[in-house]
């Protein structure tokens, strides 16, 4: 975890541990996947590019409608048969956390809290998640915000593993933009 700060639970709560939100690049989000930015019509595939692979089940494209809740994680996901893209609709910015697709054929495997980095993502990028990475969120400010979501038709249904931070570790992150920590 990128700067954590630790603060009390209470009895039967997790311990609230703030995560500072770094600013995406594509160097600093390799490891989670890949970066999807604007380029000029007519450039030939390249590196610039998402790597992505729907060819596990039918691919399902949807405008996914998601209500503001308080950015904290207390359970961490991850699809271990697809890679998942997400955006946001409109432009404005969101924040994801992540960890690395360890363990990727281990069914049984969980993501240390350490290894865990939250993101802050401007409006017009995009992210496409690699087979196994853990995330949570997407995150926004302000009451409803909708993303663009590319994964598989029965993702949620087949291949969606939670990892409990809040049962497992007794904690949960707090995602903290830059500007206030």
Request: hydrophobic share 40%; aromatic share 2%; glycine share 4%.
């Given at each position: 975890m990128t700067n954590p700060t630790p603060a009390t639970g209470t009895p039967g709560e997790p311990a609230v541990i703030d995560l500072r939100l770094d600013p995406v690049s594509r160097e600093a989000f390799a490891p989670f996947g890949d970066l999807i930015e604007a380029s000029e019509d007519g450039?030939?595939?390249?590196?610039?590019?998402a790597r992505l692979d729907l060819s596990g089940g039918t691919p399902r494209f949807y405008i996914m409608r998601l209500h503001g809740k308080?950015?904290?994680?207390r359970r961490i996901t991850r699809h271990r048969n697809v890679t998942q893209c997400l955006a946001s609709v409109g432009g404005r910015p969101w924040f994801l956390a992540v960890a690395a697709p360890d363990g990727l054929?281990?069914?049984a495997a969980e993501p240390s809290p350490d290894g865990i980095r939250g993101f802050l993502i401007p409006g017009d990028?995009?992210?496409?998640?690699?087979k196994g990475t853990w995330h949570a969120g997407p995150f926004f400010e302000g009451d409803e915000l909708s993303f663009f979501n590319l994964e598989l038709s029965d993702t949620n249904e087949v291949d969606?593993?939670?990892?409990h931070l809040?049962?497992?570790?007794?904690?949960?992150?707090?995602?903290?933009?830059?500007?206030?920590?």
């Open positions: 450039v030939p595939f390249g590196a610039q590019d308080p950015p904290v994680v054929d281990d069914p990028v995009a992210v496409a998640l690699r969606h593993h939670n990892a809040d049962r497992r570790h007794g904690i949960a992150l707090r995602l903290v933009p830059p500007s206030t920590t």
